[in-house]
């Protein structure tokens, strides 16, 4: 039943079984292993068509760990495609996932966990959600080993002249843009701040009807700036700046029309953010990534938030076990993005 991967393999018809062995809790364990449970959705069973008890539904949605589907999501009638955290068509890719959950099981715990909990929670307090999981695994060995090896820096952030953003007003339009471009547009706390700045204008001023997000520059944002990752004071004061200082909460708090136009790299925070807007249009040659579990971990500036809403919780785990890339055309197709053109000439 267990593969050396460190992930339980089985087939819906034995679900029964397994969760008998365990009792009825979790047959997975991010600490000491199985930390995935792989299930062969149109394998040919006793179960095939048959409805599968509601208890068992309940079970496989609280496993302590990933739930993977691979085959075919409505095969049978026991739609357990829709219970699983993520669903494969083949296991095409699916070596690489399971090496990176096994290399971080307490992040991807922690993922699938925040994913299920604020599927249907409003906005706002789902983001409260997500700083608090964050902040626990800052605190994390997964962290701690990736930040050992890549210690913090600030001083080797490049920088520019003039404003991290630019803004400018034309009647009840504001425009901002992200003026980094030495450092890719990289999230820093400057750029935080600035961010942070420009949507509270746009929303203590009702006479702003619409925002317009854009970068200077090669691409739109590679996402946090790694060099200033673990500077925090501890994680439970990070936490409390993120409740402040959260560019995405801020813009959620506005009435205006968000339109966000990306190009380039848009990683981590770099696609979280425009994930959020009301139109979310994308150069032909972007493409989105979410790599947050090489670094132990999960999506923190509001993906595993504002990702979701638009592409469901199964894609948005596959993006973040995975950290697999994606470009404009297939982003298009999963309602990432709403649109594919090139950018307004300046």
């Known amino acids: 039943m267990f593969s050396t991967s ?13 969760a008998f062995e365990s009792a009825y809790s979790s047959a997975l364990s991010p600490l000491n292993g199985p930390f995935c449970l792989l299930i062969e959705l149109d394998g040919s069973s006793k179960a095939e068509g048959t409805e599968l008890p509601p208890r068992l539904h309940q079970w496989v949605a609280t ?10 999501a409505s095969a049978g009638r ?16 699916l070596g690489t996932l399971l090496d990176n959950i096994a290399k971080a099981p307490i992040t991807a715990t922690t993922l699938v966990q ?19 999981a964050y902040a626990t695994l800052q605190s994390g060995a997964e962290f701690r080993r990736w930040s050992e090896s890549h210690p ?22 504001i425009e901002i843009r992200l003026n980094r471009p030495s450092s890719r547009n990289a999230m820093t706390l400057e750029m935080r701040d600035a961010l ?3 949507f509270e204008l746009a929303s203590t001023d009702d006479s702003v009807s619409t ?8 691409c739109f944002s590679t996402g946090g700036a790694l060099d200033e990752f673990g500077t925090a004071v501890d994680p439970a004061n990070a936490h409390a700046v993120r409740s402040l200082r959260l560019p995405a909460a801020t813009l959620l708090r506005s009435n205006a029309t968000t339109r966000f136009h990306v190009h380039g790299a848009c990683i981590g925070s770099g696609i979280e953010l425009p994930a ?18 090489h670094f132990g971990l999960i999506p923190g500036a509001g993906g595993c938030v504002s990702i979701p809403r638009r592409i469901g919780r199964q894609r948005t785990a596959y993006l973040a076990l995975s950290a697999r890339r994606i470009n404009a055309t297939t982003a298009l197709e999963w309602g990432l993005v709403d649109e594919i053109r090139p950018a307004a000439t300046p």
């Open 276 to 293: 959020f807007a009301n139109h979310l249009s994308a150069s032909p040659g972007s493409f989105f990534q979410l790599p947050e579990i």
């Open 6 to 18: 460190g992930c339980a393999t089985i087939t819906a018809s034995r679900l029964g079984e397994l």
């Open 78 to 93: 026991h739609a357990l495609g829709a219970t699983c955290d993520l669903v494969l068509p083949d296991d095409k890719g």
């Open 196 to 198: 942070v700045e420009a």
């Open 63 to 72: 496993q302590a760990g990933p739930v993977i589907g691979v085959g075919n």
């Open 152 to 173: 913090p820096e600030p001083s080797r952030i490049p920088t520019d002249n003039g404003p991290p953003v630019c803004i400018e007003r034309h009647n009840g339009t």
């Open 114 to 132: 925040v994913l299920r909990l604020t599927e249907r929670m409003p906005a706002a307090q789902a983001l409260t959600v997500e700083s608090l």
């Open 211 to 218: 925002i317009e997000v854009s970068g200077v520059g090669a």
